[in-house]
């Protein structure tokens, strides 16, 4: 690890005024960034420490009966809140997949957004080619070993996948990214706020250069009664998702109202179609309609030789939870 200046803002507006300096980077709990700057793949040259700022540790309802959910929030601590559990099961069951409960005590949600990609090309600096790391030098996963990599969305230069659980159930249930910069707030949609790699695989997200999240917004969702977290992986705990489906269902009078329809383990960014979900709407929960909204979700694939399977693990990953979700046999 290279050596770096450690300093706790006292407000956010402080926090966003260091942050605009070169080499600058925001931490919260640490449990990835760390990770980054042990093995040589992150060297920030100042952390700025945003964990205990009160605007950033909060859980509120907003007045039209949504939530809004503080940066700083530690995993565990959302995933057990009274509320989220009982308006957002889907994003409490997506959390408490993730990890393990160690992890959860100190991870927090502005850190779980920002994590890179999981490809082992990345995190291994023997790895000469990865344009994450090193822009333009190539990708050893396209002639690797691929399994875990993903299949939709993907270019010439990376084919990473995006680890988070949390925020595959933040795509499916609408949510806003609130971030703070040098040229003051604004909201971002969660569709627009991961990127798919193109030829800048480098950058993850749409951030600007110093900006702050400072909170995810969830809009009054009707998904509180039907809704289902799937995680398909190698082992029962502490694995990444091979697979994982974040599904919810608003349903009257046996039709389908709305739906919430994404998945993770096969993009860079969770993958949310709104087509799928249209698929769903306005008629009974059917096995036809599961798996069309599968077909549309998966829409374009491009898997890999060592990959090629979880697109048929994705298809039946859907209509099961789906089937959870809506309470089907």
Not at 253 to 268: E, F, S, T
Request: net charge positive; glycine share 8%; hydrophobic share 45%.
């Amino acid at each position: 690890m290279t050596p770096f200046n450690y300093q706790r803002a006292s407000n956010v507006d402080e926090a966003v005024r260091l942050g605009q300096e070169p080499g600058t980077m925001f931490i919260g709990g640490g449990t990835h960034l760390l990770d980054l700057m042990k093995g040589g793949v992150a060297a920030p040259q100042r952390l700025i420490d945003v964990s205990k700022l009160p605007p950033l540790v909060t859980i509120a309802e907003l007045p039209d009966g949504g939530m809004r959910i503080g940066a700083a929030v530690l995993n565990s601590d959302l995933a057990n809140h009274a509320l989220i559990r009982a308006r957002y099961p889907l994003l409490a069951q997506a959390l408490l997949a993730g990890a393990s409960p160690q992890l959860r005590n100190m991870a927090t949600v502005g850190g779980n957004l920002l994590q890179r990609t999981r490809c082992p090309y990345f995190y291994d600096t023997a790895f000469e080619h990865c344009n994450k790391r090193r822009p333009g030098s190539g990708c050893d996963a396209l002639e690797g070993l691929a399994r875990s990599h993903a299949v939709l969305g993907t270019s010439e230069a990376c084919i990473a996948t995006h680890p988070s659980d949390m925020c595959v159930a933040l795509a499916a249930l609408r949510a806003t990214v609130r971030v703070r910069g040098a040229r003051g707030e604004r909201t971002i949609a969660f569709a627009d706020f991961h990127r798919l790699p193109g030829d800048t695989p480098q950058r993850d997200t749409t951030l600007e250069s110093g900006e702050l999240i400072t909170a995810v917004d969830l809009p009054r969702s009707p998904f509180a009664q039907r809704a289902h977290y799937l995680k398909v992986r190698d082992r029962a705990s502490y694995a990444f998702a091979l697979v994982s489906v974040a599904a919810a269902l608003d349903v009257a009078d046996g039709a389908v109202r709305d739906a919430a329809l994404a998945l993770g383990g096969v993009a860079h960014k969770p993958w949310r179609v709104p087509q799928a979900e249209a698929m769903l709407i306005g008629r009974p929960l059917s096995v036809a309609s599961m798996q069309a909204a599968a077909e549309a979700l998966l829409q374009g694939a491009r898997p890999h030789p060592h990959n090629a399977f979880k697109v048929e693990l994705a298809r039946a990953s859907v209509v099961r939870a789906l089937s959870n979700a809506g309470g089907l046999t």
